[in-house]
Structures are given as structure tokens and as C-alpha cells.
């Protein structure tokens, strides 16, 4: 599918030459892992939220940091554990003294940032964890019997240890279908381990001066051109049938809702923008697939006994339809 306009066209090349900044900046910090630094800013482009699977000490936090940075956003970290409460994350009401009596003030939370990283969200107690999800749906919260927004763009980034399983709350599928991705970043190889060990030891504080590629009326302006990036009727019918299929699959106990259908096709657009495309190819519904769907999908006991994982039955289905 093709453009017409020149002007179109020049609009494109535009947006594609400053995410390609934004990944090039974030480099400067972040060694490796340009696959889930594109899946991450595609997650920001669709308005969508990102559940993120890693072992300890894989800099999840030097990376959101950064990334917020070169973005123009304010940026928050929640600690996860089982004492915190929800007022803890989204605020809570406090009495002021003043010359003619009290009154109550909002005091905002950590959840009033534009990118959010809260780390471990499966050591929090499910009311906690409901008093985050439920900022990220509605993007407001509620105290008292007065909501506040929260201002945008407004993006989450949920960390869970694969390993550390011992006093955690697992969040349950209905939950984790409110993250448009799940990502699992795994250790960096040697080269890139070497690197990050040179530049990070060589001095006190590291940290080189990173250029502000976006501010956030312009990012806001990106994520609406990102859901006009055409899509051939063709590739929008095998991202539904890709769906469809998870929910006939014998290898499953559960599939995926249409809610997935939708984030395949929009984080397949915001992919081909950041691929310097004006349209949506098979191989972003292909590349898309996994981190759309892998939360969202259910093994059942014959795929476990079998040893195959969720992206096992993801190819499976991608290369039936």
C-alpha cells in the first residue's frame, strides 16, 4: 500500500527520523537490547502498557530512566512489597491547618508520573496491584468521592522476577490481558557484557549528556499518527485469524480475547513506523506475535508435559495460518 501524497509521505520519514533518535540516544546509555527498547517505544507509541520478565541487576531501571529522558517525561519508580498499600501509590487526602478551620488536600502518589516503573508488581497484595492496574485503565484515580487524571501520556512499565517465586502474588489473566505486551529481557551476550563492564567501571558516575529528541504534545501527536499507518485488509485478516486460532489450538487451555486482535494490528503499525514503512507488513504481525500474546494465552497440562512454552505454540500458529 502506497502514500499518494508527497506531503504524506514527507511525514513518515519525519516521525521514522526521530524514533530512530530516540533509540540512538538511549544506546548511549543502554548497551544491547534493541529489541526490547523498540518494543518498549512501540508500547509507547500504541498508549499501552508493558509487563516486563527479567532476572535481577539487567538495568530495567537505567533503562525506563533513560528512556523517560530522552522522551521529555517525568519519570517514577514503585518498589513493590506486601506492606505497601494503594494510597501509598496513588495518593491520599491530608488535613491542612488553616486561620479559618482544616481542609483536605490531594496529596498526588508516585502513579502521577508520565512513565511509571513498578518493580516487582507480583510482591504486591492484589488490592495493591488493582489500585495500579486501575490507574492504568482509566488513567485517573479516586480518592475520597473525587477523581484526578493522570496526565498524559501516561505508560507503565510492571517488572516480575522469573526466578525469586517465594511471597509473591501472581497476577491473575484478567490482569495481565491489560498489558499490551509482555517482554522477557534476558542476559546480554559476551560482547555486550563486556561493554557494559568498561563503560560502567571506567568512571564514578557515568552518565553522558543525553539530548531531549521529543517533548510530550509531540509524542501525544505520534501515538495518533501511529494508528493511521495503513494496513492491508489481507495482514488485518491474519492478525485476527492469528487470535482466533489460540482459542481453538489443542495445545491450549485458553486463548487470547479480541482485546489481542487489537494490540497486534496497533503495535504492528507502531513497528513499521519505527521500520521507516507507511504500511504494515506480514513480518510485523510475525514479529508482534509473541509479546502480544504470550500473557495472554493458557498452556494446558499435554503442551506442559510436552515441555513447550507459550512461544513454542505461538510459532505453531503462525506458521499454520
Partial sequence: MKIGSRDEAGKYEKANEKLTQVMEETSKVIVGQEEIQKNILISILCDGNVLLESYPGLGKTKMARTLSQVLGLDFSRIQNTPDLMPTDITGTQIINDKDDGKEFKFQEGPIFANMVLADEINRATPKTQAALLEAMEEKQVTAGNTSYSLEKPFFVIATQNPIDQEGTYPLPEAQTDRFLMK????YPDERDEKEIVDRFTSELNFSPELETVLSKPSLIKLQEFTRKVPIADDIRERAVKVVAETRENDKLDFGASPRA???LVLTSKARALIEGRNYVSASDIDAMAKPVLRHRIG????A????????DVIEEILEKV
Fill in 304 to 311: 506442559e508435559k510436552e515441555g513447550m512454552t507459550s512461544d
Fill in 183 to 186: 517482554l522477557r529481557l534476558d
Fill in 299 to 302: 498452556l494446558n497440562f499435554k
Fill in 261 to 263: 486482535s487489537m494490540a
